[in-house]
């Protein structure tokens, strides 16, 4: 395949294409929705606190490192444009089905960790949401971890049901964070003009610890790149978008545009109309600090009353999108017999890999019961730090691909040089222990848990295939395996 032919490539061979039917309106939608998801709600407190005024920064400061690695995808997912995603450049990069593996398992393990960190968004916020209703609803720690793993219980069964990803469903929903997010900008915009608010606090750096700026930046950072996730779910809807050689590029770095700019904006919101001692100590930490902006900047207007239910509409789409990619890359796995095959079973009646999906979930239940009960850490900040650092380690093995597979013929976009480098080594250093508190550690435990998991079963299914079926493991059709 070369990026000098005019023809789009032949992604299936005989097999039927699937519908190009994104252009760049529904593209752009598509992306900016799936950026915009949990993370701005689940971070933005945690990372005000470490720089103070200038939580701006951060996110900025995520948005350049998640566009150079953007580059990587973009050149990548037009030099091979199927949509394996991560795994399938890691596979043509350096050709090791081990390493292969443990890639796409990082990123089931990302969305898993990702969407438990939106169970506990959810949780809260529906509970602080019913009690301006209904007064007297409980929404202490064990009502909101009850409802989180309800939560969990839900989305299994609406992925048991075989319900797909819908563009237009996620349309609506994306509409729906970006006026959660206009709200609390236009009450940062209200109470700045009513005198209510400080907009003199956004050049102020404090840091409770008394690190240094350069520090306290790289901290905030790592917690503000989770919110720079979901860009890469793109190239999963490679195959149906219409000539994504030539809208790829300039729509993915439009959303991002857009979602850093959002952000910004969110992030000078908050910091005007929360006292700077509470905005790292929110009422509910679980349901996040944006919540506090609408009831301290607009206290005359009943919208506190319905932004949580906007809130739990937000976050419970990146949930489904999250869990049915990660019991999609599970069941495909096990069809390519990396993973043990009990795993690829799929229901006779709804046609869903039910298998994944009970694997997924239970993996989901355990880990916020874990961090919330035997840890008793916050789950949104324990997950969302493990989404964010699980992402960066492949982000940079992305990086590293893209230069790797530039002895292939170039595609169609090809990346600055020094892009892929840069991103390399901006997401390595994310991934160290100086960009995260002492408190935060045990990210690394979690990790290395989830991880665990996968080298055990595919040791399992090692020793299977090399003494029962005689055969060697490893991936047979890379290219589809998200199919």
Same mark, same amino acid.
């Given at each position: ?128 949401? %019913? ?197 999609? %890359? ?154």
């Amino acid at each position: 395949m070369t990026g000098q032919s005019a023809e789009p490539a032949d992604v299936n061979g005989r097999e039927a294409d699937l519908k190009r039917v994104l252009g760049p309106k529904l593209l752009l939608l598509f992306i900016v929705g799936d950026i915009l998801g949990a993370g701005v709600y689940a971070v933005t407190g945690s990372l005000a606190g470490q720089v103070g005024g200038i939580a701006w920064l951060p996110f900025l400061v995520a948005f350049a490192v998640a566009t150079l690695t953007a580059f990587s995808y973009l050149e990548l997912v037009t030099k091979y444009p199927q949509a394996a995603g991560a795994a399938l450049y890691t596979h043509k990069a350096f050709g090791i089905h081990f390493i292969t593996f443990l890639v796409a398992f990082t990123v089931v393990c990302s969305g898993i960790t990702s969407a438990s960190t939106s169970s506990g968004l959810l949780a809260s916020n529906l509970l602080i949401g %019913l009690d301006e209703i209904l007064p007297g609803i409980p929404t202490g720690d064990t009502a909101s971890l009850l409802v989180a793993l309800a939560f969990m219980l839900l989305l299994a069964g609406v992925n048991l049901r075989g319900v797909g990803e819908s563009v237009k469903f996620n349309i609506i929903l994306t509409l729906v964070e970006v006026t959660a997010l206009a709200i609390v900008i236009g009450i940062g915009i209200f109470a700045v003009s009513r005198g209510d608010g400080d907009l003199s606090r956004v050049t102020v750096f404090e840091n409770p610890d008394d690190k240094g700026l350069f520090a306290a930046v790289t901290i905030a950072t790592a917690i503000a790149f989770f919110s720079m996730v979901g860009f890469e779910d793109s190239v999963n809807m490679v195959e149906e978008v219409d000539e994504p050689e030539r809208i790829f590029p300039r729509v993915m770095l439009t959303g991002l545009g857009i979602a850093v700019l959002i952000y910004m904006l969110v992030a000078i919101s908050v910091v005007a109309v929360v006292p700077s001692g509470t905005i790292s100590s929110p009422t509910n930490p679980e349901a996040g600090v944006l919540i506090d902006v609408v009831k301290i900047g607009a206290p005359d207007v009943p919208i506190d009353k319905l932004f949580p239910f906007l809130t739990v509409f937000a976050v419970a789409n990146t949930a489904l999108i999250n869990m049915l990619m990660a019991s999609r %890359l599970i069941y495909g796995m096990a069809r390519q017999d990396v993973l043990p095959s009990s795993l690829g079973r799929v229901s006779p009646n709804t046609r869903s890999p039910w298998a994944a999906v009970v694997f997924t979930t239970a993996i989901a239940l355990g880990l916020i019961f874990v961090v919330r009960v035997v840890l008793s850490a916050s789950s949104v900040t324990s997950l969302s730090g493990t989404t964010a650092l699980l992402l960066l380690a492949v982000f940079t093995i992305v990086n590293v691909a893209c230069l790797v597979l530039r002895r292939d013929p170039a595609g169609r976009f090809k990346a600055p040089t020094a892009f892929p480098v840069l991103g390399a080594l901006s997401c390595a250093y994310l991934l160290g222990p100086w960009a995260r508190l002492p408190e935060n550690y045990v990210q690394y435990r979690i990790a290395g848990v989830l991880l665990a998991i996968g080298v055990v079963l595919w040791v399992i299914t090692w020793m299977t295939n090399r003494g029962v079926r005689a055969k060697k493991t490893g991936f047979r059709d890379i290219e589809h395996l998200e199919e």
